[in-house]
């Protein structure tokens, strides 16, 4: 098998899935990206540690923070020491707060400025709301982190519920655009700001995933969403984030067969997310990037992904 056409291979996406499912057709050769460098992680590492980055004064929103990928990501940008932290959720997050200062004290930084903010993402006026009150409080917005999803149960589409189909649409994709439109003016006029917001997509994406109809094609949605806000506005750096194959509690709705196989950690993905935003790179704005790739051998890469403009979604006709 030519190397550009791999199975569904590395950090919970192998052929398992396809267990029982006819993909005679070839589908599963579908070039992925995981093998994009020699050496993928599956857990965080030096090159990557948050505690040696200064955000001093940078401000930062999370969305999707009460628990997993999205809580461990407030934890790393406060060992980053960022001054500003926005916390969304639907759910409480009385308790992350002290947890998150206690982060910052625990690397040396100082207490971030901390706003908890209700959020939900579907809702536009929510996510209006949430804009308005974070820039009453903070005045600026540098990162934007939209990792609030939704993983509908993974089933054929006969067996498919669609208030669920309809659920992963308006909380993977409407609430990526939702949040993103409510919050981009702010960040437009942030002096010296960064301007970056990552998209919290998936390897699953970029294959053709039997059982999940809606996830994979919102996954994809979000890549070719980035590279518009790119095109849009050029002053901004977008990126659309595969987060690992991490074990979170909507993970373990692709079944029993896949738990065993998403290994990788909430906290590769929250570090990999500081270390891609703590400075502005041109050189990937606007395109898929893996934090099971490793940053360094990434970097290394970079002269081979402008020339040949790589990591951008395509149809290929020849």
Known sequence: MPKSRRCLVANGWTGGLT?????????????????FVPTLRSDTYDYIKPEQFDLKDRAVLITGASKGIGRETAFSFAKAGASKIAIAARSSLDSLKPEIETAAKNAGRSVPQIVVLKLDVADYDSAAAAAKEVEQTFGRLDILINNAGFLEPF???????????????????IGSYNVTRAFLGLMLKSPNGLKEILMLSSIGGNLVLPLGSAYGPCKLALQRFS???CADYPEVLAFSIHPGGVLTELAKRMGKEMEGLLTDTPQLA???????????????QGRYVSVTWDAKELVEKRKKIEEEDLLLVKLRVD
């Open 227 to 229: 590279e518009i806000i």
């Open 155 to 173: 089933k054929r589409l006969l067996d498919s519920d669609p208030k669920d189909w309809r659920m992963s649409v308006e909380t993977n994709l």
């Open 19 to 35: 267990s029982g499912h006819d993909m005679s057709s070839g589908t599963q050769h579908l070039a992925s990206g995981a093998d």
């Open 270 to 284: 929250a570090d990999a997310m500081v270390w891609l935003t703590a400075e502005r790179r041109e050189w990937l």
